[in-house]
């Protein structure tokens, strides 16, 4: 599975590496990451780290395959 994750705001590439096994982009105001999420305990993980993070998690959706 493939997903993206889009946080309010720019994501500085210091932080960006607390997510390698994502790739992003900053654009609009928003930072998007995305890549392969093995399970749901993987993604559940992810918006963890978000939280950990302070950031607002704007939006996440699977990407088609």
């Known amino acids: 599975m493939r997903y993206e994750i889009r946080v309010e705001g720019h994501v500085s590439k210091t932080l960006a590496k607390v997510f390698p096994e994502?790739?992003?982009?900053?654009?609009?105001g928003?930072?998007?990451?995305?890549?392969?999420?093995?399970?749901?305990?993987?993604?559940?993980?992810?918006?963890?780290?978000?939280?950990?993070?302070g950031l607002r998690v704007l939006e996440m959706r699977q990407l088609p395959d």
Request: include cysteine; glycine fraction near 6%; aromatic fraction near 6%.
């Open 22 to 28: 994502l790739d992003h982009v900053v654009m609009s």
């Open 30 to 53: 928003q930072t998007v990451l995305f890549g392969p999420v093995i399970d749901d305990a993987h993604l559940y993980g992810l918006l963890a780290r978000c939280q950990s993070l």
